[in-house]
Structures are given as structure tokens and as C-alpha cells.
């Protein structure tokens, strides 16, 4: 059980570009979903937490217009990186969470993205 | 903003061995702790957690322990194995704050 999926696993794109990553709780429903960024070899960065229905809550410095992110529905969170740099390469890997509390978190695989 | 420290960053222990891991974390209102295990290119795993109101939590071969006086919580695991080769992290979180990650720590398990 528990079981998270990110969509797509890689993906390669160029610069100005915009990229969307999909987030899919495949078997409960996550009422809180959390994006995070992973550089190699370092921590998760948490960029913002997302309610369904709600807007989401970015982290400070992370610009909310860069990186959209919706939650639509219980099994459903997306992040859209809108125009796209080198500097977003990055390890993207979400987590959802059941609304335990507190939230109990399940990860996906993550999504590598390369802006060229 | 809550600061979450983590050491050492990197471990070697010869299989069988224990391996403790700390963390110290600076907002005395984070009252959720949990471990996560990040094996190369897969995704990070909760392998156990523990809440501000607990001392201590066991769960086979892995423990931890919270000092809530100081500030600090450790990761132990007893009777290491190969496969406990990994990259942990520990996180802090409360309500306002949200999820705080130390930097990790590299685990080796030398057979």
C-alpha cells in the first residue's frame, strides 16, 4: 500500500520551454501532496505544500509563478516549471501524505529534468 | 526558520557494527522527527519516526532516541548489514514550520 508515481521519470527539455511533472497517489487519497528539489549528492529541499482544492504554500524563496503547482484532485498534484533554465536541473520528487497528523509521508521515484 | 544539523556526514562500519547518526534541530516548537533511508537512485523511505512526547522508539534493529531538553535526536541501527548501505536523512517538522531535512549522512557497511 501506499504506493506514489511521478510522471515522467526524466525529461529533457530547452531553455524557455515550460515542463509539467505529474504526482499520483495510486492507491489512497493524499490530502497533502509536498514538492521537494534534490541536488546530487545533497538534502531535500521542500519548495511548497499543496492542499487539494487549495492554493499551494511555497517555502520562502521559491517563486510561486515559476513553479506552478496545482492539486486538483485526491490522487493529483502537478508541477509545471514555466520557462524553463539550466539552473532548474534538478531532481524533482514529490511526496504525498494520507492527512495523517502528523503528515505521514510517501515519496515518489522523483523526476530528473535537464534544461538545455 | 528551523536548522536541522546532521552528523557525521559520512560513516563507515564494518558489518555487524552499530552506526548512530545524530541530528540537532533549533525550534523547541518541531515535535515530529522522522528518519529516512535514500538508496542510490531510488526514493527516500520513512524507516522510522518519533514524536516529541516519546523518549525512545525501537523497531528491530533500528532505535531512536530524542533529547528534547537539548535539542538533539539520534538514529541507531545494531548488527549492520550490506544492505543498510545508504543515505539517511532526518527532518524535523512542526505545524507552522513544515519539513526541515538534514544535509544526510553517507552509511557504508563494510562486509
Known amino acids: 500500500g501506499a504506493v506514489v508515481s511521478q510522471h515522467p521519470s526524466w525529461v529533457i527539455c530547452k531553455s524557455g520551454t515550460s515542463v509539467k511533472i505529474e504526482c499520483r497517489s495510486l492507491d489512497f487519497q493524499a490530502t497533502t501532496m509536498f514538492w521537494y528539489r534534490q541536488f546530487p549528492k545533497q538534502s531535500l529541499m521542500l519548495m511548497a505544500t499543496s492542499n487539494e482544492g487549495s492554493k499551494a504554500t511555497y517555502e520562502q524563496g521559491v517563486e510561486k509563478d515559476k513553479f506552478l503547482i496545482n492539486h486538483a484532485s485526491l490522487t493529483l498534484s502537478t508541477l509545471t516549471v514555466t520557462s524553463a533554465h539550466p539552473e532548474d536541473s534538478s531532481f524533482y520528487i514529490c511526496?504525498?501524505?494520507?492527512?495523517?497528523?502528523?503528515?505521514?509521508?510517501?515519496f515518489g521515484p522523483g523526476t530528473r529534468l535537464t534544461v538545455t | 526558520g528551523e536548522n536541522v544539523e546532521q552528523h557525521p556526514s559520512t560513516l563507515s562500519v564494518q558489518e555487524g557494527d552499530s552506526a548512530v547518526i545524530k541530528c540537532t534541530y533549533s525550534d523547541s516548537a518541531s515535535n515530529y522527527f522522522p528518519w529516512y533511508k535514500q538508496e542510490l537512485g531510488k526514493r527516500p523511505q520513512l524507516i522510522i519516526d518519533i514524536r516529541s512526547n516519546v523518549g525512545e522508539k525501537k523497531d528491530q534493529r533500528i532505535a531512536v532516541t530524542l533529547n528534547k531538553t537539548a535539542k538533539h535526536f539520534s538514529l541507531h541501527i545494531t548488527e549492520t548489514q550490506p544492505e543498510d548501505s545508504a543515505v539517511y536523512f532526518c527532518?524535523?517538522?512542526?505545524?507552522?514550520?513544515?519539513?526541515?531535512f538534514g544535509p544526510g549522512t553517507r552509511l557504508s557497511v563494510l562486509p
Open positions: 527532518a524535523s517538522y512542526n505545524y507552522g514550520q513544515n519539513f526541515v
Open positions: 511526496s504525498a501524505s494520507p492527512g495523517t497528523t502528523p503528515p505521514e509521508q510517501y
